[in-house]
């Protein structure tokens, strides 16, 4: 009963795929595979910004949005059709080519990196050799869309809320890369796939995943701290912060447009959780041995639902950071603790399984990661504090 | 004639040299950048062409997305004097031009008229990530660590050279 | 006309453009932007040359292009921080206009 539920989806496009002449066949199995992964995304879009509102609402102790349908579940509609109809107001002085483009530079590039996700057993899209840095590579292509809509909206504004998010975004992209590093030097490979089937199997009850070992829940806590910065989400979102700088780099986008950009923001976010489960977190595989009855793309969307719930959790405690506390984090914090993790991944890859290398790679990370807590606290100092208008 | 790689390339290549010259004649400096880019990413989709997926996403990561973007923050660090239309050629542009025409037409005729670029293409090589890496950690380790060395003093040069100098009061 | 001269013949014509673009502009930048182009070009030939040449188990042109995309990288990060020094002290990036030490 499992296995066939498993395949299902994959049996499906191949029943699909051969109702096809023989030519046309891998054309077809190819637009199937984009148009169910665009599809499944979308919804998870609508899906993602109902849950955002209504877990930030009750965290925030009030109701979200409860009009629209049963406990407003048909909010992502109406937002839609507003979306859809309202006017789109391009300023006289913009940059007319360059200001349509942007949107389009940002959602493109987001939905080809979903492109080298395992959702499933077999259920990859596109099974690259290099699928990790493919992700990389068109996820630095979305900077140069945050840029256009600054640049071309030919707004104070918007152009200073633009270099904001490109710096803060080229910050974080490099302990965000070293920090998928230490997966993929444990795995071996750059194939997303091979990443996940080296977390197969379980000793007893404990799965093989890379989170649960001290080097990959340090590089897992490493990468989604990354990620958030990288989509731009609060804590990290003083550039599109909504009460400073009003919505920042796309303040003068309205109607389909920003709509666009709203979606490429929660995609991109979708596609750094999926390739955090995929790194850390053992991709499709499930949890406990006695649970691999649930089929696998199931157990990849639960993953993917639980980070998002983490994402909303953190988005409504957490203050926003400032821009040079921001700059701070991720250069004399994150940079340190990313390369300290590489190296204690490659000290547990060459000491013997037991007891000695948990307690020491534990050490190795938690060691400096209380000391460059203090360090950069007390601004320098680890001497104790002096007062110099006391006593 | 005109096969199916054949025809990806030709609409490739177009990409690639319109985004060329257009960031080579546009008067607007942003629009130049873009256009560059819009040029390095053709010649990434060119390089996934020949099978060098490696090169190819390195491409995209390292020159859209890192250098692009410095040219970028460079051209809008250094705008001060806009407004007055300037011109965009140099006092010697035409022996600019006449000498790149002249490097291209000897280009073009060794290539059209050597004997050793006339072979076809072989089947494509197997490469993947895990053969380079061992090729870098083996016979090319060395320019490795060079390349290290000489990022680094890059980083420090280029942060030492665009520094504010601090005025002693 | 092989593919391997329809490459080859691409990244001359690259060449060229970015080669006239960094004799024939007057900012600094778009220099700079030519000079990128004639380095790109330079790898499409080492790429090109490595897929349809002899050897290409050894990935020596890929290993080539590698190196040559990070060494470009250095050079364009030192190449527009003298550009942004050179713009703090005479205030342009003309290039007809900084030439105080023309003889």
Same mark, same amino acid.
């Given at each position: 009963?499992?296995?066939?539920?498993?395949?299902?989806?994959?049996?499906?496009?191949?029943?699909?795929?051969?109702?096809?002449?023989?030519?046309?066949?891998?054309?077809?199995? *190819?637009?199937?595979?984009?148009? !169910?992964?665009?599809?499944?995304?979308?919804?998870?879009?609508?899906?993602?910004?109902?849950?955002?509102?209504?877990?930030?609402?009750?965290?925030?102790?009030?109701?979200? +949005?409860?009009?629209?349908?049963?406990?407003?579940?048909?909010? +992502?509609?109406?937002?839609?059709?507003?979306?859809?109809?309202?006017?789109?107001?391009?300023?006289?002085?913009?940059?007319?080519?360059?200001?349509?483009?942007?949107?389009?530079?940002?959602?493109?590039?987001?939905?080809?990196?979903?492109?080298?996700?395992?959702?499933?057993?077999?259920?990859?899209?596109?099974?690259?050799?290099?699928?990790?840095?493919?992700?990389?590579?068109?996820?630095?292509?979305?900077?140069?869309?945050?840029?256009?809509?600054?640049?071309?909206?030919?707004?104070?504004?918007?152009?200073?809320?633009?270099?904001?998010?490109?710096?803060?975004?080229?910050?974080?992209?490099?302990?965000?890369?070293?920090?998928?590093?230490?997966?993929?030097?444990?795995?071996?490979?750059?194939?997303?796939?091979?990443?996940?089937?080296?977390? !197969?199997?379980?000793?007893?009850?404990?799965? &093989?995943?890379?989170?649960?070992?001290?080097?990959?829940?340090?590089?897992?806590?490493? $990468?989604?701290?990354?990620?958030?910065?990288?989509?731009?989400?609060?804590?990290?979102?003083?550039?599109?912060?909504?009460?400073?700088?009003?919505?920042?780099?796309?303040?003068?986008?309205?109607?389909?447009?920003?709509?666009?950009?709203?979606?490429?923001?929660?995609?991109?976010?979708?596609?750094?959780?999926?390739?955090?489960?995929?790194?850390?977190?053992?991709?499709? &595989?499930?949890?406990? +041995?006695?649970?691999?009855?649930?089929?696998?793309?199931?157990? $990849? $969307?639960?993953?993917?639902?639980?980070?998002? *719930?983490?994402?909303?959790?953190?988005?409504?405690?957490? +203050?926003?950071?400032?821009?040079?506390?921001?700059?701070?984090?991720?250069?004399?914090?994150?940079?340190?603790?990313?390369?300290?993790?590489?190296?204690?991944?490659? !000290?547990?890859?060459?000491?013997?399984?037991?007891? *000695?290398?948990?307690?020491?790679?534990?050490?190795?990370?938690?060691?400096?990661?209380?000391?460059?807590?203090?360090?950069?606290? !007390?601004?320098?100092?680890? *001497?104790?504090?002096?007062?110099?208008?006391?006593? | 004639?005109?096969?199916?790689?054949?025809?990806?390339?030709?609409?490739?290549?177009?990409?690639?040299?319109?985004?060329?010259?257009?960031?080579?004649?546009?008067?607007?400096?942003?629009?130049?950048?873009?256009?560059?880019?819009?040029?390095?990413?053709?010649?990434?989709?060119?390089?996934?062409?020949?099978?060098?997926?490696?090169?190819?996403?390195?491409?995209?990561?390292?020159?859209?997305?890192?250098?692009?973007?410095?040219?970028?923050?460079?051209?809008?660090?250094?705008?001060?004097?806009?407004?007055? #239309?300037?011109?965009?050629?140099?006092?010697?542009?035409?022996?600019?031009?006449?000498?790149?025409?002249?490097?291209?037409?000897?280009?073009?005729?060794?290539?059209?008229?050597?004997?050793?670029?006339?072979?076809?293409?072989? #089947?494509?090589?197997?490469?993947?990530?895990?053969?380079?890496?061992?090729?870098?950690?083996?016979?090319?380790?060395? #320019?490795?660590?060079?390349?290290?060395?000489?990022?680094?003093?890059?980083?420090?040069?280029?942060?030492?050279?665009?520094?504010?100098?601090?005025?002693?009061? | 006309?092989?593919?391997?001269?329809?490459?080859?013949?691409?990244?001359?014509?690259?060449?060229?453009?970015?080669?006239?673009?960094?004799?024939?502009?007057?900012?600094?930048?778009?220099?700079?932007?030519?000079?990128?182009?004639?380095?790109?070009?330079?790898?499409?030939?080492?790429?090109?040359?490595?897929? =349809?040449?002899?050897?290409?188990?050894?990935?020596?042109?890929?290993?080539?292009?590698? =190196?040559?995309?990070?060494?470009?990288?250095?050079?364009?990060?030192?190449?527009?921080?003298?550009?942004?020094?050179?713009?703090?002290?005479?205030?342009?990036?003309?290039?007809?206009?900084?030439?105080?030490?023309?003889?």
């Amino acid at each position: 009963m499992a296995e066939p539920l498993d395949q299902i989806f994959v049996t499906l496009k191949r029943l699909l795929v051969q109702l096809a002449p023989v030519g046309w066949q891998p054309f077809l199995a *190819a637009i199937i595979s984009v148009a !169910a992964v665009i599809a499944t995304f979308a919804a998870l879009f609508a899906l993602a910004t109902v849950l955002e509102r209504k877990g930030l609402g009750r965290i925030q102790n009030r109701y979200g +949005p409860n009009r629209v349908g049963p406990f407003g579940f048909l909010q +992502p509609v109406a937002d839609g059709l507003k979306a859809l109809t309202k006017e789109d107001v391009v300023p006289r002085a913009a940059d007319q080519l360059v200001h349509f483009l942007a949107p389009l530079v940002l959602v493109v590039p987001v939905f080809l990196s979903l492109a080298v996700l395992p959702m499933g057993r077999n259920m990859v899209p596109v099974d690259l050799d290099g699928g990790v840095l493919f992700f990389f590579a068109v996820g630095a292509a979305t900077e140069l869309s945050v840029f256009m809509a600054g640049w071309s909206s030919r707004n104070k504004y918007s152009l200073l809320g633009a270099m904001r998010a490109i710096a803060q975004m080229i910050s974080y992209e490099v302990p965000l890369i070293l920090s998928a590093l230490a997966a993929i030097m444990m795995a071996g490979s750059l194939s997303t796939v091979k990443i996940v089937e080296a977390q !197969a199997g379980y000793t007893g009850w404990l799965p &093989h995943w890379y989170a649960l070992t001290p080097w990959g829940f340090a590089g897992l806590l490493l $990468f989604l701290i990354g990620a958030t910065a990288e989509s731009n989400r609060s804590p990290f979102d003083l550039p599109e912060g909504e009460s400073e700088i009003i919505a920042g780099y796309y303040v003068e986008y309205s109607g389909f447009k920003f709509a666009l950009f709203f979606l490429g923001e929660y995609i991109g976010m979708f596609a750094a959780s999926g390739l955090a489960i995929t790194l850390f977190l053992g991709g499709w &595989h499930a949890p406990l +041995p006695f649970l691999e009855w649930f089929p696998s793309w199931g157990w $990849f $969307f639960a993953k993917l639902l639980g980070l998002l *719930a983490l994402f909303i959790w953190v988005r409504g405690t957490l +203050p926003r950071l400032r821009m040079d506390q921001l700059m701070n984090f991720a250069w004399k914090f994150m940079l340190p603790m990313t390369l300290i993790n590489i190296l204690v991944t490659g !000290a547990w890859r060459f000491m013997g399984a037991g007891a *000695a290398r948990w307690v020491v790679c534990s050490l190795l990370i938690l060691v400096p990661y209380v000391l460059l807590g203090r360090v950069l606290r !007390a601004g320098g100092q680890v *001497a104790p504090r002096v007062y110099r208008y006391g006593e | 004639m005109v096969n199916e790689p054949m025809a990806t390339l030709i609409v490739l290549a177009s990409l690639t040299l319109a985004g060329a010259l257009a960031a080579m004649w546009l008067r607007n400096l942003v629009h130049c950048a873009l256009a560059l880019a819009v040029s390095l990413a053709g010649l990434a989709a060119v390089y996934l062409q020949l099978d060098a997926q490696f090169v190819g996403f390195a491409q995209l990561l390292v020159y859209v997305g890192a250098v692009a973007i410095l040219i970028v923050f460079a051209i809008l660090l250094t705008r001060g004097s806009e407004p007055h #239309p300037q011109p965009i050629l140099s006092s010697t542009w035409l022996v600019g031009a006449g000498v790149a025409v002249a490097v291209f037409a000897v280009f073009a005729w060794g290539i059209l008229s050597s004997k050793a670029v006339k072979q076809e293409a072989a #089947p494509a090589p197997a490469t993947t990530v895990a053969q380079l890496g061992n090729q870098l950690m083996t016979h090319y380790i060395l #320019p490795l660590e060079v390349l290290g060395l000489l990022l680094t003093s890059a980083l420090i040069g280029a942060v030492l050279i665009a520094m504010q100098e601090r005025r002693p009061r | 006309m092989t593919s391997l001269q329809a490459y080859l013949l691409l990244s001359a014509l690259l060449f060229a453009i970015g080669l006239a673009g960094a004799l024939a502009r007057r900012n600094a930048i778009i220099v700079l932007i030519g000079i990128e182009l004639m380095l790109n070009a330079a790898n499409l030939n080492f790429i090109a040359f490595w897929r =349809f040449g002899p050897n290409p188990e050894a990935l020596t042109g890929v290993l080539f292009a590698i =190196f040559s995309i990070g060494i470009a990288a250095a050079e364009a990060a030192v190449g527009l921080a003298l550009v942004i020094s050179i713009y703090r002290h005479q205030k342009t990036t003309d290039l007809g206009q900084v030439d105080s030490l023309k003889g």
